[in-house]
């Protein structure tokens, strides 16, 4: 009899230790982002003025991850962004900042040691939900707007990634946007006239970002027992 409830207990060990090495495959993980971002920019035929601009902050990275084995991985999550980018208007003394708060939702694939270094790349769809313009001219800020679900914008942007995360949890990524930053059709009035004011210009923002930990698997991997090891 103790040796029935001992191969017992042994099996429901087995079992515990198995179902743990299951779940793990599948975690949670969050980091910030310190984003770099440029743009391509052609207003009528020019594509002079881009100014690097850095956002820090708020940026808020959600991942989960479900990784079926040592070398390979695929993650989703809800991400908040602060994009945008820098604008010095050829021939002038103005310059004119935007940006945009961003809810995205990722898709993609990991490619590596997924407990070391490893390479990723995927989709994400951002969906703009505050827009903010600027405008200096000689260095002096002469108006400031920001508007919540701007028409100013598309309803959403498609964006491809890539990026390498290594062993420590420094990760650099690059990301290009494929949809224009402005919605083109948009219209208001100035003077009593209906004009375009995004009508002639073409951005496209890309950036280089860093963080840590964002793929980051703090739990304990427990490997599974196979039963001959028990007994």
């Known amino acids: 009899m ?14 515990i230790y198995h179902t743990q090495a299951q779940t793990n495959k599948v975690y949670t993980t969050s980091a910030g982002e310190l984003i770099f971002s440029f743009a391509t920019i052609d207003n009528a035929g020019n594509d002079n003025g881009n100014i690097v601009r850095f956002s820090p902050f708020f940026n808020v990275q959600n991942l989960v991850n ?4 040592n070398n390979l991985g695929f993650f989703t999550g809800l991400d908040l962004r602060n ?11 103005i310059r004119k900042k935007f940006r945009s708060y961003n809810i995205g939702i990722p898709v993609g694939i990991k490619l590596g040691n997924m407990g070391g270094s490893f390479i990723y790349g995927g989709y994400e769809i951002e969906f703009p939900v505050n827009y903010k313009e600027k405008t200096f001219v000689n260095e002096a800020k002469t108006d400031k707007f920001n508007v ?3 028409s100013r ?10 990026g390498i995360q290594f062993k420590h949890g420094a990760n650099l990524k690059f990301k290009y946007y494929l949809t224009g930053f402005f919605n083109k059709d948009y219209t208001e009035i100035e003077n009593g006239t209906e004009i375009k004011p995004y009508e002639n210009i073409d951005v496209n923002v890309f950036y280089i970002s860093l963080c840590f930990n964002l ?17």
């Open 215 to 231: 793929f980051k698997n703090t739990d304990i991997d427990l490997p599974a027992v196979k039963a001959s090891e028990v007994y």
């Open 153 to 162: 914008q598309p309803a959403y942007y498609s964006t491809i990634m890539a």
């Open 2 to 15: 103790k040796k029935a409830y001992l191969v017992l207990l042994s099996l429901m060990l087995v079992n």
């Open 83 to 93: 994009v945008g980018f820098i604008y010095d208007v050829p021939n002038s003394t």
């Open 66 to 69: 479900f990784d079926p084995s």
């Open 148 to 150: 919540w679900f701007s």
